[in-house]
């Protein structure tokens, strides 16, 4: 059963990807900030994590760029969420190495899609 | 006096000081000083001379303390 | 002791020794060490107006005339205080210039006019005259009563032959002494230095001699100034003297009195000759400003003393010679000698400088243009006129103190010492006009100046002098009493029926009142020639330019000829040192004819020397339009720069103005951007679980019933977060607009704090905050919207617990009574707040900006609109909201401040 990690500092929102993760069948962890994220990319080894760029310590930009430079993290599909809807940081994500961006509010559907998908592509 | 006052300062000061020098010196200022001292004699000649003083003491100080150039404006 | 021989040989002593201070002065001078190049050496060389008058008369008028004798020395202290705006410009156009004596300078401001100078010298002649004259009694009179005494002085002048007359000769030798260190030299821009390092010592000598009197009358007479008041305070006789009602005229004589002294201060010809032509430095001017009225004070200090010691020990005696009597009256020998001896310095030094005033007066305005007038001289002298020059000086010297004698020994009697030197005071005031007039109105002209010096003059001579000859017998007396020819109206001292005035008051109304009627009527509505309209211009600005120009000559001539012109009247050394070497037949260029009309003038007036330089230099003479033009446009250049700089700096601020603006308004628009970034930000994260939930509970219809509801409950409670937020933003917009609608009322802050604590207690708890409470003001009446301020003290408390310290977090609410403000503090025991953050927390988007800084503390939770939102209610309310370092928990502390509410009536 593949694994999901999401990254994110809002309680529902957490609670709402998670249940729509495991209803999904995907295996899911949480963590609420930068720094315990990449613990649990270390610890859990996800296949997957769904990343939100407005963290309380580190932004989800400088997650995503520390991951991408562990031997773990470097290929491993990223999807970035964010409630900013400015261009300028889905070229930023995209830039730094994010499989895809997804703009809040989503339409749960194909978040879910998106996440079958890449985990698919990465397979 | 600070270093820093203008030259201008100083006239205007001297100027007030004149015209000061002046109301101290003449009539009605004058008529109410004169009146009996103590001794049975008129103040008037004590209070001349203390005023007198006083103008003198205010011109030395404004024209003293100040730095030289101030002159030339 | 008292002994003819011994009396002499101190006075002539006392000459000699003037002599040798005066010749020591020019020898330093001439090597280039001056001695007076000080300015307490010029201040006391001011004294010089202390004269026999003051030493010995001053004690007289105080017997009769009370405190007036004090104005005689009050206007000149207020003529030095005008220094700065009076004499500060006569010094400065004197030395531009080179004019040598008041003459020389009223004749120069009018045009140099020929005329004008002969007017004022020959006014300064007969005005001065008794002044002189009343020299020379004192020195007789102090002489007689040294020898005589205790006998009474035996007066029997016109009785007596010239020869046998002490003042006669008195005259003589000091003629003699006077031309011998008054004409040594002849140009005058040389000035004399010896004379003026003689006249500062004659000032000390009499100052000493007249403060030794006083104090031996004090101490020594007395016993001390207490026992003497004593004593003139219990004789029914002295006790008015002092008082106003002694004065001749009353608060309208005194007045006169001061405006008389003040002006004849500046007129008089030896005074503008120390203050002026022998100044050898402006900056003198300062100190002297104060130290010479210093002296002044010094010196009538001890003049009541002694009047009234006069007047209780002495009754009868002349009080003019008090000074002398009263320590003879004790027997001493010594100090009667050097009373005389200070008597004499002050007499002879108001002489000296008199004379050598009057005779460059005489041979510069009078003698000197009447002699190149003929043309006589010019074919029958072609040699050198320098002898010529000086012999006139010395013939002048003699003539003045001869008409001195004369006027002494024909009427000097008749007045007493000071009201003779009132009357030269009167005919001196009237340069006044035309002196300080011409000094500031540039419109002021030759002929009203004539024309307003013979008026002034005519009635000085018939309100003061004629009836001084009446008092001496020269003229029937009824001429004062009755008036001429028995006309009522025209009496002397009552002119037109202006009756019940004082005679100088009245002299001086009539007599200045006439000469500035004349001056300014005659200007306004006559023409000014080229020439004076120049030289009005030049002493008008002369404070405002550096270099003053003294005239430019457009007109041709060669050096040769200006040489020749220079050698004959003032000698071959002169000449070569004013044109120094140069091809003799060259022309001379302009620069060098002023000069030698400057050195011409020096010595023989300005009139005189525009006369000599028009009658080499052909051609055109002056282009007064020239000058004229050249100081207007100088002027007008100076105030065109002075605006263009204005008018720059003016740019230069509005410049800055500009970017400032511009640099908030970037700001704001940045603001504004970051704004509606956040706002979208903070609507989007509740929308977020709202849809999320939403599409879950529409698309999962088999869910079971626990999940259904809990995911429903998110749903509720983000929408409630949703709107509450869109309640702040408007909450924003309107107080940012001045739109937000406040119901204020009288409500108790204590009882509002209560109710705000029960709202977040539940919450405050979850988050393991303790809460701790301390109200002192209960109740705490404040005027204010109780819904809005419920909701500044929750987000007060919300905000705390969330700055709160992390492992044990406390938040301490406190409630006091601060002046008549009530102040609501909430702390926390956080970190707390920098002093350069505390400002800040109250913009909207902190949290944005602290987030894009990369901090690294957890993001407290809210939209950061809360802060602002509450100081902006609070300052609506009339109050103020800031933070400070909390006091008791150690964080931050905001604190709000509620002023009290108005007693409910």
Partial sequence: MPKVLVVDDEPNIVLSLEFLMQQAGFEVTTAEDGESALARVAEAGPDLILLDISLPDLSGFEVLERLRQTPRGATLPIIMLTAHGREVEREKGLALGADDYITKPFSTQALVEKVKALLDEAR | MPRTTKPSRRRERLLALLLLALVLFSPPLVMIADRPLGGGLSALPLYLLLAWALVIGLAAWLLEGGPREEDQG | ?905
């Fill in chain 3, 1 to 905: 002791m008292r002994s003819e021989a011994v009396i002499l040989a101190a006075a002539f002593g006392y000459l000699a020794l003037l002599f040798l201070i005066a010749a020591w002065g020019d020898r330093r001078a001439s090597q280039g060490r001056s001695v007076i190049g000080s300015p307490t050496v010029y201040a006391l060389s001011i004294a010089v107006y202390c004269t026999a008058w003051t030493f010995y008369g001053s004690v007289g008028r105080a017997t009769t005339q009370g405190a007036s004798f004090l104005l005689i020395y009050l206007g000149p202290t207020l003529a030095m205080l005008s220094a700065p705006f009076i004499l500060r410009k006569m010094v400065r156009i004197a030395a531009a210039q080179r004019l040598t004596s008041i003459a020389d300078f009223i004749s120069a401001r009018y045009g140099k006019s020929g005329a004008l100078g002969a007017l004022v010298a020959l006014i300064a002649l007969i005005g001065i005259t008794p002044y002189i004259a009343l020299q020379l009694k004192a020195i007789t009179l102090s002489h007689a009563v040294l020898v005589s005494y205790p006998a009474a002085v035996d007066w029997r002048l016109a009785e007596e032959p010239f020869w046998a007359d002490k003042s006669f000769w008195v005259a003589l030798v000091l003629a003699v002494f006077i031309i011998l260190f008054g004409t040594r030299h002849l140009d005058a821009s040389e000035r004399h230095e010896g004379m003026v390092a003689a006249i500062a010592f004659e000032s000390l000598v009499k100052l000493v001699a007249f403060l030794a009197v006083g104090l031996f009358t004090l101490f020594v007479l007395f016993r001390g100034p207490a026992d003497l008041f004593a004593q003139a305070g219990a004789s029914p006789a002295l006790r008015g003297a002092f008082d106003l009602a002694a004065v001749e005229g009353g608060a309208l004589g005194w007045s006169g009195l001061l405006l008389l002294a003040f002006l004849a201060f500046l007129t008089l010809p030896r005074q503008f000759q120390v203050l002026v032509v022998e100044n050898v430095d402006e900056r003198h001017l300062r100190r002297a400003s104060w130290l010479f009225p210093l002296y002044l004070l010094a010196i009538n200090l001890l003049v009541i003393p002694i009047a009234l010691a006069g007047m209780l020990l002495l009754e009868g005696s002349d009080p003019d010679s008090f000074v002398l009597t009263l320590p003879l009256s004790a027997g001493l020998e010594g100090l009667p000698l050097l009373v005389f001896i200070g008597g004499l310095s002050a007499a002879t030094g108001m002489v000296i400088v008199e004379t050598i005033a009057l005779s460059t007066m005489l041979s510069n305005q009078l003698v000197m243009p009447w002699l190149l007038r003929a043309s006589r001289l010019h074919a029958a002298h072609r040699g050198e006129l320098r002898g010529w020059l000086l012999g006139i000086r010395r013939v002048a010297i003699l003539l003045i103190l001869l008409l001195g004698y004369l006027y002494h020994a024909l009427l000097g009697d008749a007045y007493s010492l000071v009201t003779i030197g009132l009357v030269s005071f009167a005919a001196a005031a009237q340069f006044a006009p035309a002196l300080l007039l011409g000094l500031y109105w540039r419109g002021a002209n030759r002929t009203g100046a004539i024309v307003g010096l013979l008026l002034g003059f005519a009635v000085w001579v018939y309100t003061l002098l004629l009836p001084g000859f009446a008092q001496s017998g020269w003229l029937p007396l009824s001429f004062v009493e009755a008036g001429p020819w028995g006309l009522d109206w025209l009496r002397p001292y009552a002119l037109f029926g202006l009756e019940g005035w004082d005679r100088y008051s009245h002299a001086l109304f009539w007599s200045l009142g006439l000469n500035l009627a004349a001056l300014v009527g005659l200007s306004l509505f006559t023409p000014q020639s080229r020439l004076e309209q120049t030289q009005a211009a030049l002493f008008t600005e002369a404070l405002h330019r550096d270099a003053m120009p003294a005239g430019v000559w457009q007109g041709e001539t060669s050096r040769g000829e200006l040489r020749r012109l220079l050698s004959r009247y003032l000698g071959a050394k002169v000449a070569t040192r004013v044109l120094e070497s140069g091809d003799d037949t060259q022309p001379a260029p302009p620069v060098l004819i002023a000069r030698t009309e400057r050195a011409l003038a020096g010595a023989l007036g300005s009139a005189s020397a525009r006369v000599l330089i028009n009658s080499v230099v052909r051609g055109e003479a002056l282009d007064l339009e020239a000058v004229l033009s050249i100081l207007d446009t100088t002027s007008q250049t100076l105030e065109v720069n002075r605006r263009l700089e204005q008018k720059s700096q003016e740019l230069a601020r509005i410049g800055q103005e500009l970017r400032a603006a511009n640099e908030r308004l970037r700001e704001l628009d940045r603001l504004k951007d970051e704004f509606v970034a956040m706002v979208s930000h903070e609507l989007r994260t509740p929308l977020t679980s709202i849809r999320a939930f939403a599409e879950i509970l529409r698309d999962g219809q088999d869910l079971p019933e626990a999940k259904r509801e809990q995911f429903l409950e998110v749903v509720v409670h983000e929408s409630q977060r949703l709107s509450r937020l869109i309640e702040e933003i408007l909450d924003l917009a309107r107080l940012e607009s001045g739109r937000l609608t406040l119901t204020p009322r009288r409500l108790d802050l204590a009882m509002l704090a209560r109710h705000g604590l029960a709202a977040v207690e539940r919450l405050q708890a979850e988050r393991g905050v303790s809460l701790e409470v301390a109200i002192e003001a209960d109740p705490a009446w404040v005027v204010g919207d109780p819904d809005r301020l419920e909701q500044v003290i929750i987000n007060l408390l919300d905000n705390a617990g969330k700055f709160a310290d992390d492992e044990h977090p406390r938040v301490r609410l406190s409630l006091c009574r601060h002046k008549d403000h009530y102040r609501l503090a909430v702390e926390d025991n956080g970190p707390g707040i920098a002093e350069d953050e505390r400002e800040r927390v109250f913009e909207k988007f902190h949290q944005i900006q602290r987030q894009q800084h990369g901090e690294r503390r957890p993001r407290p939770k809210g939209s950061g609109l809360g802060l602002p939102i509450s100081r902006g209610i609070v300052a609506h309310l009339g109050g103020r909201l800031w933070v400070e370092s909390a006091p008791t928990l150690g964080g931050a502390s905001l604190v709000m401040e509620l002023p009290e509410a108005p007693n409910e009536s």
